[in-house]
Each structure stands twice: as C-alpha cells, then as structure tokens.
C-alpha cells in the first residue's frame, strides 16, 4: 500500500486530455474525470496544478473517488496526493490521504538534503500520536510531476521536429 500514492502520481501524469497545442510545462490546469466501470458511472477523479509565484512554489494535486457495489453495500474508496515542489523540481512535501477503509491513513513525506521524514498520524494509539521515520531519497531517475511533464513535452516536442524533417527531406528525395 506503500507505493499506491506514487503509482496514482504515475498513472495520472500520463492520463491527460488531448490538447489542440502541446501545453507548456509551465502552465497551470485543473481536470475532471468520470471513473466508469462496466459503462456505469463509479466515480470521478481530479487533477490540477498550481503555481505560487510569490514562494516559488509547484502544487501538482490527485484526488480519486470511487464506488464499488458489493452485494447491497457500496464500498467508497478515496485518494488523495498532494505533492508540493519548487519551480527548479526539487521535492519539498507530498501529503496523502487513504480512505480505503474504516480508518484514514495521512502521510506527510517531507524531503530534506540527505532524506525524506515521514509522519503518519496514529489516531488509534494514544501514548505515540505518530510515526515518524526517515527514509532514503528516490533515486537519480527520479522526477517531480511537473519535472516529468515538462521532460514529456520536450520529448514529444524533439520527435515532432526530428518527424517533420525526415518528412522534408522524404519530399527532397521524391522530387529528384
């Protein structure tokens, strides 16, 4: 359950409307989307982005409500991934909410030079409030969403170029 908020991250950089023009990285959005399951209506999920000029700031927001049917129950589950990074792509925190079942789960990750502290509230243990822990930083691969977005355009941006010259010199060579 660990990775679940880093594989939504994931699944929902590469989910994107298509755009009459390739957007800048830089620009802001905010989607909508309708979950279906089995052509029926289950849910609906959000994702925007945000910049804060004043502190420099990057917000890259997954939120996720879905309805399962059970038998005569519905079961609703609920997630939320709220990643803060600056305007160069350094990480600062990434907040995340699990309501999978009768008890939410917060984690607030918060990435510091040499590690990232954890913090998970536990609301049912009274002497010990929270868990808090370091972790090791990801590895040299990996990017912020806003940093993968922008490598994303790039590339697309350079195949596009590199398509449209071969298709240049395809016409030189058709018409000698």
Sequence with gaps: M???PAIILLSLLIIHPAHATPPRASEDF???????????????????????????????????NLTIK???QN????????????????PIRL??????????????YTYQENTIITNSPQPDKTNDPSTTKPIPLPGECFQTPAQAKSFLIQKLKNETDQFDRSEEHTSELQSH
Aim: net charge negative; aromatic share 8%; hydrophobic share 25%.
């Design 2 to 4: 660990k990775k679940f």
């Design 30 to 64: 905010n989607h909508w989307y309708i979950i279906q399951m089995q052509g029926n209506h289950a849910g609906w999920m959000h994702e925007s982005q945000t910049t804060n000029p004043e502190n420099a700031t990057i917000t890259t927001q997954q939120e996720m």
């Design 70 to 72: 059970r038998g005569t």
């Design 75 to 90: 079961i609703t589950l609920h997630m939320l991934a709220k990643l803060e990074e600056s305007t160069d792509h350094k």
């Design 95 to 108: 907040y995340t909410l699990d309501e999978l079942g009768s008890q939410p789960k917060e984690t607030t």
